[in-house]
């Protein structure tokens, strides 16, 4: 008996210390050991079990990171803001330039006490901007507490990196770089004296390196896919589909036939390229559009503009209408605001990037927008009960119904007003369209939605 006894405690010890050796407490309650500060000159101490960081007035963003870097994880810790008009984060697999800047950059899990409400949202930090705004969860907007400590959870395995804040699942995000780096806690820059001295409190700070396995995530959750062309795993269960391969025309036909244009448009590179004509709209390969008809859906797609370029994504396009140029439906703005003539033509900027083209305008910050040749990315989406909305890098810049007594104003004002009961159709093809400039397609994804 007592032989067993003594069994059964060896083998409760050795499960103990197997469990405690898959975890790191990051901060021993007490000290800054491993620990070290960059960037700006914020204060930060080790008291009470807790690290609190301080913010100074007239410095930069400052950082306590890790002295050690980290590949996959999950990181679990508590935190409290004091200042409700700035924010903070903790850095993941981040990177910190020593050749003379002291710039820290890389993806930053954000604390946003705000109205605003993207806690747990993720930005990459000065670098790439907004890679997860809480505009593409808003059903997680509200699990942040104010003036109290909040549980955050995330997971950083393989390309994927998700959050988990007071139990919600918030982002996810797939990205190609920075598969290794450092973990730091940020202490935002403050400019005015009267947000000086506000303090920002870490506890609880727990890693696990070993026997990783990815945590059960929320359906129906938007997932920023940086991959080309490729979906994961959680996104064919939750009934997205690719558009494009990436290899072949497949799912896709000229606007005017049943083909696939012979000249004006290359795959290439995982591309779908539309080739400059000098501007003439459907003038060289014409539009393409998609062999299936959709209804209600989510339609999410990347482009990259040429200098002075210009072209759109269409949808509800029933290629009924008659029409010399490109084919009929509602138009997805794809311009260069800043060089293209068309953003200054229509009323109050309707044909500006993102806009519902010669009908609302996108509210849109300029640091939302990345410049030719650099990636941006749309989404379409139109609810089951005719709402519809805009997003341009994950942020939404507007939004409508379709058949409203408002929209239908908008459409008898408009260049569209010729066309009886424009953009209302139950259902019509996705078009990419040919305008005559060089624009490229990829990451094209779509799910209905019922």
Request: net charge neutral; hydrophobic share 35%; aromatic share 10%.
């Amino acid at each position: 008996m007592n032989n067993l006894k003594n069994a059964l405690l060896v083998f409760a010890i050795t499960l103990f210390i197997n469990a405690e050796a898959q975890h790191t407490r990051l901060f021993d309650g007490k000290s800054l050991k491993g620990w070290k500060v960059v960037g700006g000159k914020a204060e930060f101490k080790a008291e009470d079990g807790m690290i609190i960081g301080t913010t100074v007035a007239n410095t930069g963003n400052s950082f306590l990171i890790t002295e050690k870097n980290y590949s996959d994880f999950t990181l679990e810790l508590d935190f409290k803001i004091e200042d409700t008009a700035n924010n903070s984060g903790v850095m993941v697999r981040s990177h910190y330039d020593q050749s003379g800047n002291g710039r820290v950059y890389g993806r930053q899990v954000e604390i946003d006490p705000s109205p605003r409400k993207w806690s747990a949202g993720i930005y990459d930090e000065q670098r790439r901007g907004w890679l997860y705004p809480l505009s593409l969860n808003t059903g997680a907007q509200d699990a942040f507490k104010p003036d109290e400590f909040n549980h955050l959870k995330i997971e950083c395995i393989g390309n994927e990196t998700k959050t988990w804040l007071n139990n919600k699942a918030v982002a996810y995000v797939v990205d190609t770089i920075d598969n290794d780096g450092f973990i730091g806690l940020q202490v935002h820059a403050v400019a005015d004296e009267s947000h000086a001295g506000k303090k920002v409190f870490f506890k609880n700070i727990i890693l696990k390196t070993r026997n990783l396995k990815p945590a059960p995530f929320d359906d129906n959750i938007y997932v920023v896919n940086m991959q080309p062309n490729r979906l994961t795993d959680y996104e064919k269960k939750n009934g997205w589909k690719l558009l494009f391969d990436g290899i072949s025309h497949k799912g896709w036909k000229s606007a005017r036939g049943d083909k696939f244009p012979d000249k004006g448009w290359v795959i290439e590179n995982g591309n779908l390229s539309v080739l400059p004509s000098h501007g003439k709209e459907s003038a060289n390969g014409g539009d393409i559009v998609t062999n299936e008809e959709f209804g209600a859906f989510d339609l999410s797609f990347s482009f990259r503009l040429t200098p002075g370029a210009n072209s759109g994504v269409k949808y509800f396009v029933t290629l009924q209408e008659k029409t010399e140029g490109s084919a009929i439906g509602l138009e997805y703005q794809v311009l260069d605001d800043s060089l293209h003539p068309d953003a200054k033509l229509g009323i109050n900027g309707n044909r500006t990037l993102a806009s519902l083209y010669d009908l609302i305008k996108a509210d849109k910050q300029k640091r939302f927008i990345r410049p030719p040749g650099e990636w941006n990315w749309g989404r379409v989406v139109v609810h089951t009960d005719n709402r519809v909305e805009h997003f341009l890098n994950g942020v939404k810049v507007l939004e409508y119904v379709r058949g409203s007594e408002e929209y239908r104003k908008l459409v008898a004002e408009s260049k569209y007003k010729i066309w009886p009961n424009f953009g209302e159709a139950k259902k019509g093809h996705i078009l990419l369209q040919d305008h005559g400039d060089a624009v490229s397609f990829r990451n094209i994804k779509i799910r209905g939605l019922r």
